[in-house]
T-cell receptor
Framework: KAGVTQTPRYLIKTRGQQVTLSCSPI?????VSWYQQTPGQGLQFLFE???????NKGNFPGRFSGRQFSNSRSEMNVSTLELGDSALYLC????????????FGPGTRLTVT | KQEVTQIPAALSVPEGENLVLNCSFT??????LQWFRQDPGKGLTSLLL?????REQTSGRLNASLDKSSGRSTLYIAASQPGDSATYLC???????????FGTGTSLTVIP
């Protein structure tokens, strides 16, 4: 079956702009989590959505937001982009239970200039 | 706050060697621990998932163990191959706050 897909794969934005990233989970998975990966901070948890509700949230400013649709697809939005937001953004899907395995997408590489 | 550490940060071995990667975490209140590999510029590929009640999991040449009480996990790779070259990451799902925490990874190079 198809894996986790993320669009777009690459994105270049200017400081101050906003950006929306999309993630389509594996069919049947109801949980989508988002992560930011940078060379300095490694992989950091942004938030998790389950059945259209945000279930958990990491320690990121309010400029980072997300949502999940009824078909479990999720979007992540970053407003007022800063240079430090340049990163690889990864999403992962799972069935939704606390003990479930996570499956990752290929990521979106965001560059802020 | 949960902290996850991986040692060593980088490892270079000749092909055919058996090797061990280490992962330690500070809070034993976890649901599970998952090992991943990441190729440069790519997403993460799941290797093994160990539930908090389990001691080890095996898949092919890979074996992962978990000692929750001491906050440690090891990933054993048998008969390493050049295709195993990648960064290996461990992640724990903490049941305090229900968040995922990743280690900083071990960069493995297997020399033909």
């Amino acid at each position: 079956k198809a894996g986790v897909t993320q669009t777009p794969r690459y994105l270049i934005k200017t400081r101050g702009q906003q950006v929306t990233l999309s993630c389509s989970p594996i069919s049947g998975h109801r949980s989508v989590s988002w992560y930011q990966q940078t060379p300095g901070q490694g992989l950091q948890f942004l938030f998790e959505y389950f059945s259209e509700t945000q279930r958990n949230k990491g320690n990121f400013p309010g400029r980072f937001s997300g949502r999940q649709f009824s078909n479990s697809r999720s979007e992540m939005n970053v407003s007022t982009l800063e240079l430090g937001d340049s990163a690889l953004y990864l999403c992962a899907s799972s069935w939704g239970g606390d003990f479930n395995e996570q499956y990752f997408g290929p990521g979106t590489r965001l560059t802020v200039t | 706050k949960q902290e996850v550490t991986q040692i060593p940060a980088a490892l270079s071995v000749p092909e055919g060697e058996n090797l061990v990667l280490n992962c330690s975490f500070t809070d034993s209140a976890i649901y599970n621990l998952q090992w991943f590999r990441q190729d440069p510029g790519k997403g993460l590929t799941s290797l093994l998932l160990i539930q908090s009640s389990q001691r080890e999991q095996t898949s092919g040449r890979l074996n992962a163990s978990l000692d929750k009480s001491s906050g440690r996990s090891t990933l054993y790779i048998a008969a390493s191959q050049p295709g195993d070259s990648a960064t290996y990451l461990c992640a724990v799902r903490s049941n305090t706050g229900n968040q995922f925490y990743f280690g900083t990874g071990t960069s493995l190079t297997v020399i033909p």
